[in-house]
């Protein structure tokens, strides 16, 4: 067994792995928010994360195979992690979480901002980018566990029920 350790590469591929799911648990622990929900304080958070764990991973070899022993044993890991949560959903939640319900009827809930991690100018924000102008209009937003909020709105409610009732009349045309 000690033999095995003294590879290098098996070396890094095991210290890749450590500090991959190191910085899943952190993120996990520290914070719901995903990539589409980053500010300029996450990314340069997530930019200087990635810059020092680097020489943990590669344990000083700069070469082209030291570097791609790394990349690989990620995607590896990465590719194992993604199989699992799809056969057992209830690891998948336990990594990602559950979806958090932000506004409700038109009325915030600063609670679970608070648990999100998210402030009310953000959620005013992704409320602007579906097209609503104010919260009172929204009937449901909510921070998926991807890292984007969902906004349900009366005008959506609307225009879905208009699609139901031009699908009718295509249906009793037929």
Same mark, same amino acid.
Request: hydrophobic share 50%.
């Given at each position: 067994?000690?033999?095995?350790?003294?590879?290098?590469?098996?070396r890094?591929?095991?210290?890749?792995?450590?500090?991959?799911?190191f910085?899943?648990?952190?993120?996990r622990?520290?914070?719901?928010?995903?990539l589409s929900?980053?500010?300029?304080?996450?990314?340069?958070?997530?930019?200087?994360?990635?810059?020092?764990?680097?020489?943990?991973?590669v344990?000083?070899?700069? !070469?082209?195979?030291?570097?791609?022993?790394?990349?690989?044993?990620?995607f590896?890991?990465?590719?194992i992690?993604?199989?699992?949560?799809?056969?057992?959903?209830?690891?998948?939640?336990?990594?990602q979480?559950d979806?958090?319900?932000?506004?409700?009827?038109?009325?915030?809930i600063?609670?679970?901002?608070?648990?999100?991690?998210?402030?009310?100018?953000?959620?005013?924000?992704a409320?602007?980018?579906h097209?609503?102008?104010?919260?009172?209009?929204?009937?449901?937003?909510?921070?998926?566990?991807?890292?984007?909020?969902?906004?349900?709105?009366?005008?959506?409610?609307?225009? !879905?029920?208009?699609?139901r009732?031009?699908?009718?009349?295509?249906?009793?045309q037929?």
């Amino acid at each position: 067994m000690m033999e095995i350790l003294h590879n290098p590469y098996l070396r890094i591929v095991l210290s890749s792995v450590a500090v991959y799911v190191f910085i899943i648990l952190a993120i996990r622990l520290f914070g719901k928010k995903e990539l589409s929900q980053l500010s300029v304080f996450d990314l340069v958070f997530i930019l200087l994360i990635s810059n020092a764990v680097q020489n943990a991973m590669v344990l000083g070899d700069n !070469t082209l195979f030291g570097g791609i022993a790394a990349a690989l044993s990620l995607f590896v890991v990465n590719y194992i992690l993604k199989k699992l949560q799809l056969k057992f959903p209830k690891f998948g939640k336990l990594v990602q979480g559950d979806a958090i319900m932000l506004v409700y009827h038109g009325h915030m809930i600063p609670s679970h901002l608070r648990m999100a991690g998210i402030s009310e100018d953000e959620v005013l924000q992704a409320i602007r980018e579906h097209g609503v102008a104010k919260v009172s209009e929204v009937d449901l937003a909510v921070l998926e566990v991807d890292g984007n909020i969902s906004v349900l709105s009366n005008d959506f409610k609307k225009r !879905t029920h208009r699609r139901r009732k031009a699908h009718k009349v295509l249906s009793e045309q037929n």
